[in-house]
């Protein structure tokens, strides 16, 4: 009975460390956030990874394309995708929970927990 119960936390305990907590309020287009629910990444799929790479290269040309994935513009442009928020929302975001951001997207792909 207790392994079930230990089952049933993990899903839980996984979907809240998707979830950014911003270091203070955040007030875009006349509403004010606290937190933004990169859940999405769960069902982001290799074709959506290479879409998002695309855009981004296209975009910032010089980037180097074995790092992508570890670049502030893939971070944002994947945020935009799975959250289905605006751009500029997380180009507004402050540099503390801007950096946040970056961290916990890729570190998802890459296996690392995100957040502290």
Request: glycine letters at 10%; a negative charge; hydrophobic letters at 40%.
């Given at each position: ?5 230990k ?84 180009r ?25």
């Amino acid at each position: 009975m207790e392994n079930l119960e230990k089952k049933d936390a993990a899903p839980e305990a996984a979907e809240s460390s998707l979830v950014l907590k911003l270091s203070k309020p955040y007030a875009f287009e006349g509403q004010t956030y606290t937190e933004v629910d990169l859940g999405g990444l769960e069902s982001v799929t290799a074709g959506t990874l290479a879409r998002v790479g695309k855009t981004v290269l296209q975009q910032a040309p010089t980037l180097n394309p074995a790092m992508l994935e570890s670049t502030m513009p893939f971070c944002i442009e994947m945020a935009v995708r799975v959250t289905q928020r605006p751009y500029e929302f997380f180009r507004g975001l402050p540099a503390r929970d801007g950096m946040r951001l970056k961290a916990m997207v890729s570190g998802f792909f890459y296996g690392g927990a995100g957040e502290e």
